[in-house]
């Protein structure tokens, strides 16, 4: 059974950096079938895919339009995870985040969830 | 434009059937996508139903009941979810979704009400 656990502040102040990582049991980062994402809900934004990072002989990444100057997502093999990084926020990127995994095109596991506030 | 638009609500009776749109943008063909829908209940995650391109391309999530089924309608350029049988606990928001120009578009959600 795959799970994955979210971890990070849920409060950022405007224009700084928001941070999350996304623990993963029962699968792998380095899986070569399957992707990792981010994606966040918002009551004015509904849900809003943000990217992935995913491996095929080498690591890939692609990112919505909407935040890719501001977004990093990168894997961390050695504690099989995947973080989030968005930068300059604004509260306009206030949100609950989801870590998932995209398998056969598909969300089938999602983390808990993360509620964050951008907000001084 | 969004490029994938759905009503905000719709309302039906326990029993009855549930039809729900995505209409994809102008200039997007629908023909040419796969539509996912997505359910998600008050206070969960979303979870998968299905995805259908057409009759011969299409999933059944896992799990999911065969009175949720997939569909398309050419003349509105919609992919549609429907929902036969009606039950109190289908209730939740449903979104739908495409793999568009390398990224995951969803559709802003429609809620259900099972009234």
């Known amino acids: 059974q795959v799970q994955l656990q979210q971890s990070g502040p849920g409060l950022v102040k405007p224009s700084q950096t928001l941070s999350l990582t996304c623990a993963i049991s029962g699968d792998s980062v380095s899986s070569n079938r399957v992707a990792w994402s981010w994606i966040r809900q918002s009551p004015s934004r509904g849900l809003e895919w943000l990217g992935r990072?995913?491996?095929?002989?080498?690591?890939?990444?692609d990112y919505a339009v909407s935040v890719k100057s501001r977004i990093t997502i990168n894997p961390d093999t050695s504690k099989n995870r995947f973080s989030l990084q968005l930068n300059s926020v604004t509260p306009e990127d206030t949100a609950v985040y989801y870590c998932?995994?995209?398998?056969?095109?598909?969300?089938?596991?999602w983390g808990q969830g993360t509620l964050v506030t951008v907000s001084s | 434009q969004p490029v994938l638009t759905q009503p905000t609500s719709l309302s039906a009776s326990p029993g009855a059937s549930a039809r729900f749109t995505c209409t994809l943008r102008?200039?997007?063909?629908?023909?040419?996508?796969?539509i996912y829908w997505y359910q998600q209940e008050p206070g969960s995650l979303p979870r998968y139903l299905l995805r259908?391109?057409?009759?011969?391309?299409?999933?059944?999530g896992s799990g999911v009941p065969s009175r949720f089924s997939g569909s398309k309608d050419a003349s509105t350029n919609a992919g549609l979810l429907l929902i036969s049988g009606l039950q109190s606990e289908d209730e939740a928001d449903y979104y739908c979704?495409?793999?568009?120009?390398?990224?995951?578009?969803f559709g802003g959600g429609t809620k259900l009400t099972v009234l």
């Open positions: 979704a495409i793999w568009y120009s390398s990224t995951w578009v």
């Open positions: 102008s200039g997007i063909n629908v023909d040419t996508y796969r």
């Open positions: 998932a995994r995209e398998y056969d095109w598909n969300y089938d596991y």
């Open positions: 990072t995913y491996y095929r002989s080498k690591w890939y990444n």
């Open positions: 259908y391109k057409s009759d011969s391309d299409k999933q059944q």
